[in-house]
């Protein structure tokens, strides 16, 4: 494997020289610069990204944790960061944590001996509770973080308005005529969606309508933990709509629904949130509250990038509007 002394010598300039080129310095003048390059071309030579951050450089990588790979929210993000990453010549290292806070822990330290440049932590946890954690790593590395405000800490923060997100879904229910709305939503330890709950109860007292706890079932992020929420909330209960906090718990919730002979919306509407492409395939269609995905990872990782580029620059919290897209299960 060619090394730099072996471009070098082959062009008939210094080690330094060489150096100067990979990394775009303008002190190299074009004839020579073009000579070199044209070496590296012929011996195929790749420089050490490790070496380069020994020197000072960077590894021009990052790494994202998510929870899991099933929640296609997951897949449409990564789609989108990778890509932006890469056009900006970084490598996106992808690693599952299963919501296990150890795995997370062995992650980062791995992450950071590795030398990689940055983290986005996607987290279903809070970012308060775990302040001292995420304060410790943004002290190695840029750190930013996915779907929930950055609770005061020197991290920033990419996410959508969750609370204003189901105050708009109940406000369309109730103009329906809905005064019975049940929720499905997420085991409450998952602080990144408490805020959507809390749009929930705040719209309901809002209206002046009850909020009982037999309207309310908690469920996993997932088609199979929507059903049986579904069944679990229909079977207690007698309400007329349904809001989710995931488009796969509504899809899960509108197939029970479907299953046990329920008219989609006349005696039952159910909600989601997202807006994954999925959402628009099933039948009925489903009302949802969109977020931009795209939008969403895109503003991640150039913000992400701006920190690792430049460890002066400033946090941001840079927040997201929903939007609520009708469609026929409501």
């Not at 046990?260 to 039952?268: A, L, N």
């Amino acid at each position: 494997m060619p090394t730099i002394r072996d471009v070098a010598k082959k062009a008939g300039v210094s080690t330094a020289t060489v150096s100067r080129v990979l990394n775009d310095n303008d002190y190299v003048n074009e004839r020579t610069r073009s000579l070199v390059l044209k070496v590296i071309e012929k011996l195929d030579y790749s420089p050490s990204y490790l070496a380069q951050r020994m020197k000072g450089g960077k590894t021009k990588s990052f790494a994202v944790l998510i929870p899991d790979f099933t929640n296609i929210y997951y897949t449409n993000l990564l789609n989108t960061i990778e890509r932006e990453g890469r056009e900006e010549g970084y490598i996106t290292v992808i690693c599952t944590t299963e919501v296990d806070f150890e795995r997370e822990r062995e992650y980062v330290q791995e992450l950071i001996h590795r030398q990689l440049d940055g983290i986005i932590f996607c987290w279903y946890r809070g970012a308060k509770e775990h302040s001292s954690f995420l304060t410790k790593v943004a002290q190695r590395v840029p750190v930013l973080i996915m779907d929930q405000p950055s609770a005061g800490l020197p991290i920033s923060s990419v996410y959508t308005d969750g609370f204003q997100g189901l105050r708009i879904v109940v406000e369309y229910l109730v103009s329906r005529g809905h005064s019975r709305i049940g929720m499905i939503k997420p085991l409450s330890c998952y602080s990144a969606v408490n805020m959507r709950s809390a749009g929930y109860v705040s719209a309901l007292r809002e209206h002046g309508l009850e909020v009982r706890d037999r309207w309310v079932v908690e469920s996993g992020f997932s088609i199979e933990g929507g059903y049986e929420a579904a069944g679990k909330l229909l079977r207690r209960s007698d309400v007329s709509a349904i809001a989710t906090v995931d488009d796969l718990m509504a899809i899960g919730a509108l197939q029970y629904a479907l299953d046990r002979g329920y008219g989609v919306p006349e005696e039952i509407a159910i909600t989601g949130f997202d807006d994954i492409p999925l959402a628009s395939l099933v039948s009925p269609k489903l009302t949802t509250v969109a977020q931009s995905i795209e939008d969403m990872a895109r503003a991640a990782t150039r913000q992400l990038i701006r920190k690792m580029e430049n460890n002066r620059a400033k946090k941001r919290d840079i927040v997201f509007t929903p939007k609520l897209v009708v469609r026929g299960s409501a």
